[in-house]
Nanobody, 123 residues
Framework: VQLQASGGGSVQAGGSLRLSCVAS????????LAWFHQAPGKERQFVAG????????GYADSVKGRFTISKDSAKNTVYLQMNRLRPEDTAVYYC?????????????????WGQGTQVTVSS
């Protein structure tokens, strides 16, 4: 399985970005995908996740109401729409895939990772 993340960039506070993650290789419907972010000197933290079959979603409290995770099954792609961005959202964002339908918030449950995309929000 390979994951290719894209869509990061630099925006001012209050702006929006949409991240994309394309999954390729051998996958199945019994997987879940998630976005994590990691700021310098900090641990990788869960942002949002989605169950591939059924589309159930989960969010970190810090992004509820601002970020939306979605998927396009035909394109094997997961999106993270980020609105009302804040300087504290600045980080490298990673997409990750785990085998199994439960969206876990712990990074160690995810076996496959994309390369990361930088998001910078200025005040």
């Amino acid at each position: 399985v390979q994951l290719q993340a894209s869509g990061g960039g630099s925006v001012q506070a209050g702006g929006s970005l949409r991240l994309s993650c394309v999954a390729s290789g051998r996958t199945s419907n019994d997987v879940s995908l998630a976005w994590f972010h990691q700021a310098p000197g900090k641990e990788r933290q869960f942002v949002a996740g989605i169950r591939w079959s059924g589309g159930n979603t989960g969010y970190a409290d810090s992004v509820k109401g601002r970020f939306t995770i979605s998927k396009d099954s035909a394109k094997n792609t997961v999106y993270l729409q980020m609105n009302r961005l804040r300087p504290e959202d600045t980080a490298v964002y990673y997409c990750a895939l785990r085998w199994g339908s439960t969206v876990h918030t712990t990074a160690s449950f995810y076996k496959h990772w994309g390369q990361g995309t930088q998001v910078t929000v200025s005040s």
